[in-house]
Each structure stands twice: as structure tokens, then as C-alpha cells.
């Protein structure tokens, strides 16, 4: 459990919150957070509005991705434009070489689709190990999440207390609709995939990424040959799922 003073915080950013526009959001999070903040993107547009804020505003948030190995080219593009826009450079986070060549061995190149077992290790080796690289010893978690995005991520807060990583988790734009994000980003000539305009609304990794038909929802392009547990890698689970745990021991 967080802390009487981690409580207290997240407490004064849930009451505050819902009444600050996004930036405003951020610069609160940066003035009463002491310890380094870390923003993780994946270059959606949910986090390419972050990602502005960040750093028009100058915030003093570590801005890092996961460069999982398996990066749509379109994905690499807005990296770097995005780099460009802002002369600002994004840390990348890249899989342990020595896991990796393990998972292949063992799995395939391909075998994160042979089973739900092989999927989970395969982002626990590409995302959720370097995620924890990323948060080691920070204070605070900033995400793109939104509420409304799917039936798992329903419940998503502003704030609270990630227990996996034992840090206070942000989520900005936890009440925004996707149209907003849109709108938020367009008008501010933000860089973005263009790949969300052709039905890619969540995009991931290329082999586990493709898009929806008007009216399904936002994530179910993401893993979509499996029937259960399908539109998670393992980042956001709170707390870490059996199934998350174990892939975790055997990546
Ligand atoms: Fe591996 Fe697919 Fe997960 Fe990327 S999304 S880490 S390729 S299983």
C-alpha cells in the first residue's frame, strides 16, 4: 500500500484534477511530485498530446519508449519527426540482448503467436522488463490511458498507486474521449501516425497490430487472434495477473 504521504498526494490530484485542463494537468503533477516523473510513449496520439505538453511546457519529465524490436516503420517516423519538432531526443528503452536471443530460441521468430503463454513472455521481454528499467527509482508514472478505450481499461483513474512498481501512477487523459485527443493534437499541428487514419486506433507492435472496422473497439486490433486476455501486454496490469507473473519468470 502507498505510503500516509503517496495517499495524501494522490488523494489532492484526484479532488484537483478533473477541473485542469491537460497541461495544467502535467504542470501540477511536476510541481507537487518531487523525484523524477517518467512519461512512456508509444507514439499513439493519446501520447503524442503528453508528449507536446512535456515539451512545449519545458516540464522536467523523462520522456523514454520501448523500442520493442518490432516497430511499425510509421511508428519509427513520428519518433523521429516528433524528435524533430521539438529538438528534444526520446530515451529508448531496447529488450536484454541475451533474453532475446533465449525467447527466439526457444519460440521462434514468429512464436509469440503459437500461444498466450509465448505472447506474454514476448512483451514481458520487450516492454515490461524495460518498463521497470524505466521506473527504477523514480516517483511517479505518466500515461496515455483513457477510460474509454476499452471494457479493461473502463476503471482507469487520474491518479493512484501502481502496486506492481510501487510508484504513483498518472493518467492525464483518463476522462478524454478520443475525438478530443484528435481534436487536441490536429489543432496544434502535433505530429501523429498516419496509420490512425486508416483504422489503426491502438497501435503496438506490427505483428500484433491491425486495424478495426468502424464501431469495434479501440484495442481490439491488438492481439487479435486470441480469445481472452487479448488487448493487454502486461504494462498496466495492477497487480500483475498469474499469467503476467509467470511470463515474467520465464522471458
Ligand atoms: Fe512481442 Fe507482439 Fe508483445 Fe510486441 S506486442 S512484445 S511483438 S507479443
Not at 167 to 195: C, E, H, Q, S
Not at 227 to 232: A, G, L, P, Y
Request: net charge positive; hydrophobic share 40%.
Amino acid at each position: 500500500m502507498p505510503r500516509p504521504v503517496t495517499a495524501a498526494l494522490i488523494a489532492r490530484l484526484t479532488e484537483q484534477y478533473p477541473q485542469l485542463d491537460l497541461a495544467e494537468r502535467l504542470m501540477t503533477a511536476r510541481r507537487v511530485i518531487g523525484g523524477r516523473i517518467v512519461f512512456t510513449t508509444s507514439f499513439g496520439i493519446e501520447d503524442q498530446a503528453i508528449t507536446h505538453v512535456v515539451f512545449t511546457a519545458g516540464l522536467e519529465i523523462d520522456v523514454v519508449t520501448f523500442d520493442t524490436g518490432r516497430l511499425f516503420p510509421e511508428t519509427l517516423d513520428v519518433w523521429g519527426n516528433t524528435e524533430r519538432h521539438y529538438g528534444r531526443q526520446i530515451r529508448a528503452l531496447c529488450p536484454d540482448r541475451d533474453g532475446t536471443e533465449r525467447f527466439v530460441e526457444r519460440y521462434g521468430v514468429r512464436g509469440f503467436r503459437t500461444s498466450l503463454e509465448a505472447r506474454l513472455a514476448c512483451c514481458a521481454l520487450r516492454k515490461v522488463r524495460p518498463l521497470g528499467r524505466a521506473l527504477a527509482g523514480a516517483a511517479a508514472w505518466i500515461t496515455g490511458l483513457r477510460a474509454d478505450q476499452s471494457p479493461e481499461r473502463a476503471q482507469t483513474t487520474c491518479a493512484g498507486f501502481d502496486l506492481l512498481h510501487r510508484i504513483i501512477k498518472l493518467n492525464p487523459l483518463f476522462d478524454w474521449t478520443r475525438d478530443r485527443v484528435v481534436a487536441f493534437v490536429r489543432g496544434r499541428g502535433v505530429p501523429y501516425n498516419p496509420m490512425h487514419d486508416q483504422g489503426f486506433l491502438s497501435i503496438g507492435c506490427a505483428p500484433c497490430t491491425r486495424a478495426v472496422a468502424p464501431g469495434e473497439s479501440e484495442r481490439s486490433g491488438r492481439w487479435w487472434w486470441e480469445q481472452e486476455e487479448k488487448t493487454e501486454c502486461g504494462l498496466h496490469a495492477d497487480p500483475p495477473t498469474w499469467r503476467s507473473r509467470s511470463a515474467l519468470s520465464r522471458a
